[in-house]
Structure formats: structure tokens, C-alpha cells
């Protein structure tokens, strides 16, 4: 049965496997609409059960992906290449049994990449707001708490605030923004956080996300304020 084929609730008998965090991982996928992961390595070799339904190219994880220290998420892609991607952390697994020393790569090439040229339009009020927004989320979230939306729209701010010749955007709340990021050395721990490819100008590209930060970003990765 090829992936294309599946149908909304259908399941399957299928093992995948991968290496990654010097762990060795396996998914067992059951026709009975069960499945188990085992580990052995670094993670060490805890057993997660659960259920699971195949939706058009797309595995959900309905039970079972709770309290597994992100290694096992709610949704993964069934790839056109029949490789098994963790949707959240974006690596992948093998379903060739007998590959049983497959390194798992960080599949961000599934990503539909953005329009970099186009601008994210908003009104001073709109900055404003989400400038208040920003600062209190820095103020009471530790970063791995904080969501890849929230941070995108950090970043996005950072880079506005950064390039802005407009002396009311240098005082004030946006001063307070830019004071937060500083104390929560947002820079150094989301470049940590996220892998990252360079941009132009010297920049960080963050592939989960695909904005950019800092350099010279494309309008995508900053707002306009019109």
C-alpha cells in the first residue's frame, strides 16, 4: 500500500527507525490503530504506548505522546520518500528495517518556504500592541515555554525596532521591549534554542521558523508600519 492510498482512519503494520541525540528510536506502528516507541542509548529505554489515526499523508498521535520529554510528538508526515518526520522536532526516521544505523536528518525541506519579499503590514497601534504583548510574555515565560508563533513575532519586532529611524520607537515601551530581550539574553538562548542556517548581513536564519533575525532581514522577517 502506498502512502498516497491511505485514507482518514485507516492504520497500518509498520516499523520506523532512526538515530539522533545518541539514541537509537523506533516507532511500531500497529493495524489495530496502536503503536509503541522504544529507545535504547542516551534517553535510555522507557516504552511509550498509545493510539494513533492516519489522516490523508499525516499520523496523529491521539494518546500516548503526553509526558515523553518532546521525543515522541502528535503528529507526523508520512513522506512521499516513505520516511516517518516528527513533525515538532522535524526528524526523521527509516522505514527500512534492516537500516538499523539510519542517522536521522532534520527534514526542514517538507517546509513551504515563505515569500521573503512580502511585508507584514501593521498600524502603529497594532506595534504597540504587540510590543506590550511581547515584553509581558518575556517578562513570565522561560524561552522553552514561550511558542514558535510568539517567538517569530519577537523576532520580528526586534529586527522592526532595530531598523526604524523613528525616534518614537526608541523610547518608552519599545525601550522596555528591547531592555527585556537584553535581560533575557533572547539573542544567545533562541540561537541555541533553534537550529540556524546564516543570513545575509550576517544573520541568523531559524529553519523551524523561517524568519530571520538580525543582518539585513527581508521584509518577512519584520513588520511595516503604514
Known amino acids: 500500500m502506498t502512502i498516497s492510498s491511505f485514507v482518514n482512519g485507516q492504520s497500518f503494520d ?3 527507525s532512526g538515530q539522533w541525540a545518541m539514541t537509537f528510536w523506533t516507532y511500531e506502528f500497529h493495524k489495530d490503530g496502536t503503536f509503541k516507541r522504544t529507545s535504547s542509548g542516551h534517553f535510555g529505554n522507557p516504552i511509550y504506548t498509545g493510539t494513533y489515526l492516519i489522516q490523508t499523508d499525516t499520523i496523529h498521535i491521539t494518546k500516548g505522546f503526553e509526558n515523553t520529554s518532546g521525543t515522541v510528538n502528535e503528529y507526523f508526515l508520512l513522506d512521499k520518500d516513505s520516511m516517518l518526520i516528527d513533525l515538532d522536532n ?3 526516521y527509516s522505514p527500512n528495517h534492516k537500516d538499523w544505523q539510519y542517522i536521522s536528518k532534520k527534514r526542514y525541506d517538507i517546509l513551504k518556504k515563505p515569500n521573503m519579499d512580502l511585508k507584514n503590514v501593521v498600524s502603529k497601534k497594532q506595534l504597540e500592541m504587540m510590543v506590550y504583548s511581547s515584553t509581558t510574555i518575556l517578562k513570565n515565560k522561560r524561552l522553552s515555554e514561550i511558542t514558535d508563533e510568539e517567538n517569530i513575532q519577537i523576532i520580528r519586532l526586534l529586527n522592526t525596532l532595530r531598523m526604524s529611524r523613528d525616534s518614537y520607537l526608541k523610547s518608552g515601551v ?5 531592555n527585556e530581550t537584553k535581560k533575557n539574553n ?3 538562548e533562541i540561537s541555541s534554542y533553534y537550529d ?4 545575509r548581513g550576517m544573520g541568523f536564519y531559524f529553519q523551524k521558523l523561517q524568519v530571520e ?4 532581514p527581508h521584509f518577512y522577517s519584520r513588520y511595516t508600519v503604514e
Open 90 to 92: 522535524f526528524y526523521d
Open 186 to 188: 533572547f539573542v544567545k
Open 14 to 16: 509498520k516499523k520506523f
Open 196 to 199: 540556524w542556517i546564516p543570513s
Open 213 to 216: 533575525l538580525g543582518g539585513t
Open 174 to 178: 519599545y525601550a522596555k521591549f528591547i
